[in-house]
């Protein structure tokens, strides 16, 4: 196939070359992968050379993509496939993409999984347990999300947090007749949230006192 004329366009996040060929068809391609193959008007294209064109445009719209994606806020590796599969790229390119975000740093579980613990620590309305199930559900290790959440799973810091949430819910509990079952409904919204099963009786004593006196 013979290139036979070249259309550049500019967009708004990007540059593009598209390669028109002697038969009629035509592909866009990034710009930088243009450069890279030094693409130009008579220049013979092989299907072989062709192939490895659209391979290598892919690689680099995911990577793009994926930069773009992970510049608003930190992600796992895991939501970082997610999106891109959902954008339609290859598994190839997909893999490619999530290689090169974890080798320059744009990507790191660790460090998601210890960013999204001390955002959770700091709102106050999920214990441990819940923001270690959702760290596992994003793909990071039971191991580092626990590691993660070592800090708000510290018994003071977990009664501290409790007691916030059962301060919000206890005006709806206080006044209702069977107190022995206000009590038990303020200590499984305690574990619904992720707290450990003494912190919930703990707090949950707090508020309604020794639930034996019912």
Same mark, same amino acid.
């Given at each position: 196939?013979?290139?036979?004329?070249?259309?550049?366009?500019?967009?708004?996040?990007?540059?593009?070359?598209?390669?028109?060929?002697?038969?009629?068809?035509?592909?866009?391609?990034?710009?930088?992968?243009?450069?890279?193959?030094?693409?130009?008007?008579?220049?013979?294209?092989?299907?072989?050379?062709?192939?490895?064109?659209? %391979?290598?445009?892919?690689?680099?719209?995911?990577?793009?993509?994926?930069?773009?994606?992970?510049?608003?806020?930190?992600?796992?590796?895991?939501?970082?496939?997610?999106?891109?599969?959902?954008?339609?790229?290859?598994?190839?390119?997909?893999?490619?993409?999530?290689?090169?975000?974890?080798?320059?740093?744009?990507?790191?579980?660790?460090?998601?999984?210890?960013?999204?613990?001390?955002?959770?620590?700091?709102?106050?309305?999920?214990?441990?347990?819940?923001?270690?199930?959702?760290?596992?559900?994003?793909?990071?290790?039971?191991?580092?999300?626990?590691?993660?959440?070592?800090?708000?799973?510290?018994?003071?810091?977990?009664?501290?947090?409790?007691?916030?949430?059962?301060?919000?819910?206890?005006?709806?509990?206080?006044?209702?007749?069977? %107190?022995?079952?206000?009590?038990?409904?303020?200590?499984?919204?305690?574990?619904?949230?992720?707290?450990?099963?003494?912190?919930?009786?703990?707090?949950?004593?707090?508020?309604?006192?020794?639930?034996?006196?019912?």
């Amino acid at each position: 196939m013979l290139i036979t004329d070249l259309k550049y366009q500019q967009k708004r996040n990007a540059s593009e070359v598209s390669l028109v060929f002697d038969d009629g068809s035509a592909i866009a391609l990034d710009a930088d992968v243009a450069v890279r193959f030094h693409v130009a008007r008579g220049m013979q294209v092989s299907p072989e050379l062709l192939e490895e064109i659209r %391979q290598t445009d892919e690689n680099v719209r995911a990577r793009k993509k994926l930069i773009q994606y992970l510049a608003l806020r930190k992600k796992s590796s895991s939501d970082a496939r997610i999106y891109l599969k959902k954008a339609g790229f290859s598994p190839v390119s997909t893999d490619e993409a999530i290689a090169a975000a974890l080798r320059l740093g744009y990507l790191n579980d660790v460090d998601f999984a210890e960013a999204f613990a001390r955002t959770h620590q700091k709102i106050g309305k999920k214990g441990p347990r819940a923001v270690t199930a959702e760290l596992q559900a994003r793909g990071i290790t039971r191991d580092e999300a626990q590691r993660a959440v070592a800090s708000m799973a510290e018994p003071e810091t977990q009664m501290e947090m409790a007691r916030k949430l059962a301060a919000k819910k206890y005006p709806i509990l206080k006044d209702q007749p069977d %107190q022995a079952k206000a009590s038990r409904k303020l200590a499984q919204h305690l574990a619904r949230r992720g707290f450990d099963p003494d912190i919930c009786d703990r707090v949950t004593r707090e508020f309604f006192g020794d639930p034996t006196v019912f």
